[in-house]
């Protein structure tokens, strides 16, 4: 089993930034892909980011590409997620994921790949 502790959200303006964190624990925390997805009022949850469990690899939606940077401290069980340049359309809920097993430089953007969930931290950006 793998817990996940989102905090960081908040209420900024457009242009302002923010960082997400992911806390896991558990037993398998050190070895899980990790993931963020996000769910807008009314929408589906999406994909975000993904990083690798040894943080090697990363990908993101075109959406955030040059403004959210995914990162992980393994040391500390910790995801980030790094936001800059926040518009009116990244408000949502932001979730943390975690994949049970991983392998080595693989990153997951479904959320049917992810076993392991947060309860999300909302971020509105007020433009």
């Known amino acids: 089993q793998v817990q996940l502790v989102e905090s960081g959200g908040g209420l900024v303006q457009t242009g302002d930034s923010l960082r997400l964190s992911c806390v896991a624990s558990g037993r398998t925390s050190s070895s899980s892909a990790m993931g963020w997805f996000r769910q807008a009022p009314g929408k589906e949850r999406e994909f975000v980011a993904a990083?690798?469990?040894?943080?090697?690899?990363?990908r993101s939606v075109d959406s955030v590409k040059g403004r959210f940077t995914i990162s992980r401290d393994n040391a500390k069980n910790t995801v980030y997620l790094q936001m800059n340049s926040l518009k009116s359309e990244d408000t949502a809920v932001y979730y943390c994921a975690a994949r049970g097993f991983s392998a080595y430089g693989r990153t997951y953007s479904q959320q049917s790949e992810y076993n392991f969930w947060g309860q999300g931290t909302q971020v509105t950006v007020s433009s």
């Open positions: 990083i690798s469990r040894d943080g090697g690899n990363t």
